[in-house]
């Protein structure tokens, strides 16, 4: 059984990543941070930009690799904090702070985690931890930037608050931006061409069609149109031109490119997806990992929002202490039990297929 101190040490960096800011693409003090958590400990890491990795200290290219990975990049205060987001403060056994559940819980007890096993030299898998930047953005220096640099990956642990269950997939992003043509003219005469009017169809279709394919575990794959503009900005001038931007979310049932066909061949507008690059995941129910899960009486699900398991080429799943529906909230906190559940839930669960 683990012991007190590694829970101990973990809420103590908890607090420490709390009172250093970590917006996305500004996580320079959270990445010395924990580099130097890492190096207080005798553990060698590599650094490429605000991301850091760490191997079992009995590494063996021989063997297959798990990734436990978790960002500590947050994005910007609520509004509404009644709180100062950076003061690590602990009432009624809640930890607040902005990140505290999304997701600085499931990094640091991904990180006890490591330490439990680091010493390990009769494992079947190697661990490398990855600490990682740009979670909230998408941003291309964050997990993306450094795969090229880690061994190559056979299973991942990513950590984000699932309250410790089971995320089985999680849907794809892609959005799209999308414009239509029209032509100027004087709005109190019958003359130009309504750009906004034209493209009401479209918009239309986007809230009504549903694909055929439905996920067992995602539902259906969703489109929202988000966002509307037209560059004209005088009220009697008949807008020449219109866009609008699209999230859609999509599930294994599909690919992106499948999903921008159809959207393609069913609207008027110029169609233009801002990335293919966040690809819905899944992992199948008879993984040694999810049918320990279940025996440790674990529930499976599946997950509405994106995180870096989109962009890890390798079998994954999705886990970690606290709740979802706390993230991005004012005055985010995370109870420290959940912490020290949370790696319970990871070691339990590693022990029996390490």
Not at 32 to 42: D, T, V
Not at 173 to 189: I, K, S, W
Not at 270 to 295: A, C, N, T, W, Y
Request: glycine share 6%.
């Amino acid at each position: 059984m683990w012991n007190q101190q590694l829970y101990e040490d973990a809420v103590t960096l908890l607090k420490s990543l709390i009172s250093v800011p970590s917006l996305s693409r500004e996580e320079q003090g959270t990445a010395q941070l924990i580099a130097e958590f890492l190096k207080e400990r005798g553990i060698p890491y590599q650094q490429h930009l605000n991301n850091i990795w760490a191997k079992n200290k009995h590494f063996d290219p021989s063997r297959p690799v798990i990734v436990f990975n978790s960002h500590h990049d947050t994005v910007k205060p609520n509004p509404q904090y009644t709180r100062n987001p950076f003061s690590p403060d602990v009432e009624d056994g809640r930890l607040y702070g902005l990140g505290s559940n999304d997701a600085g819980g499931c990094l640091v007890s991904l990180i006890a985690t490591f330490l439990h096993f680091y010493e390990r030299a009769d494992m079947k898998y190697n661990i490398v931890l990855t600490a990682t930047a740009e979670e909230e953005i998408s941003g291309a220096n964050g997990i993306e930037s450094i795969l090229d640099q880690l061994p190559k990956i056979d299973f991942a642990i990513v950590g984000e608050p699932t309250q410790t269950q089971l995320a089985i997939a999680e849907k794809g992003l892609m959005v799209l931006d999308c414009t239509v043509q029209g032509n100027a003219g004087h709005a109190a005469r019958d003359e130009g061409e309504n750009a906004l009017y034209k493209a009401l169809p479209d918009i239309e279709w986007f809230r009504t069609y549903r694909f055929p394919k439905v996920s067992e575990t995602l539902g259906p794959v969703k489109m929202s149109v988000t966002v509307i503009n037209t560059s004209n900005k005088a009220h009697n001038v008949v807008p020449a031109d219109c866009s609008f931007v699209v999230d859609v979310r999509v599930t294994e049932q599909y690919t992106l490119e499948q999903v921008l066909d159809i959207i393609r061949s069913n609207v008027k507008c110029e169609v233009k997806p801002r990335s293919l690059r966040m690809r819905p995941s899944g992992i199948p129910m008879d993984h040694p990992f999810v049918q320990g899960g279940i025996r440790q009486g674990k529930t499976c699900y599946g997950s509405p929002t994106t995180s870096d398991q989109a962009l890890i080429p390798a079998t994954s799943i999705k886990m970690g202490p606290g709740d979802s529906a706390r993230s991005h909230t004012a005055d985010e906190y995370i109870y420290l039990d959940e912490v020290r559940q949370g790696i319970d839930s990871y070691i339990n669960l590693l022990e029996e297929i390490l």
